[in-house]
C-alpha cells in the first residue's frame, strides 16, 4: 500500500500539476519579445507603423473560417503552402505570423522563414492570445 501512496504523489506532482497550469492559460499579455516571438506591447507599436512589417495570417482553413475578424493589416496565407509563396516576401522587412494558439504552425512556419533568410517571429498566443489581450482585430477581407 505504500507504494500506490508513493505512485500517486508522483503522478500528481508530475502530471496534474503541470496540466492544471496550462489549462489556466499563459497571459500572453506581458510577455517579453525576444527573437522568435513579438509581444502584444511591441506589435501594438508595429501596428501603429503598417509598412514596418509583413503580417501573415496562418490560421488552419478551419480556425480562419469559423472567425470573423484578423489582426489588422494582415494578409491570409496558407501555412501548407509555404514554399510556394514564401518567395514573394520581402527579405528587407520584419515577417510577423500568427495561427490560432501561437504553437506548431507558428513555430514550424518561423523555422521554415528564418532558415531561408526571413527575419521571422511569430505573434505570442496567435489570435487567441492577440485577441485574450485585448488586440485590435479588423473584420476578415471577403
Not at 518567395?87 to 521554415?112: T, W
Request: a positive charge.
Amino acid at each position: 500500500m505504500h507504494w500506490l501512496k508513493s505512485y500517486l504523489f508522483v503522478f500528481i506532482g508530475f502530471f496534474v500539476v503541470p496540466l492544471t497550469a496550462f489549462a489556466a492559460g499563459t497571459d500572453y499579455s506581458k510577455q517579453p519579445s525576444t527573437e522568435r516571438v513579438i509581444s502584444h506591447a511591441d506589435l501594438r507599436k508595429v501596428l501603429a507603423q503598417p509598412d514596418s512589417a509583413v503580417i501573415l495570417d496562418l490560421r488552419r482553413s478551419s480556425d480562419y473560417d469559423k472567425d470573423t475578424v484578423s489582426v489588422p493589416n494582415a494578409r491570409r496565407l496558407h501555412p501548407d503552402k509555404i514554399a510556394e509563396w514564401s518567395g514573394a516576401l520581402p527579405k528587407d522587412k520584419e515577417i510577423l505570423l500568427f495561427c490560432a494558439h501561437g504553437r506548431s504552425i507558428s513555430n514550424a512556419s518561423v523555422d521554415y522563414l528564418t532558415k531561408n533568410g526571413y527575419k521571422a517571429r511569430l505573434i505570442a498566443g496567435g489570435m487567441d492570445g492577440w485577441r485574450d489581450a485585448g488586440g485590435a482585430t479588423a473584420p476578415k477581407p471577403n
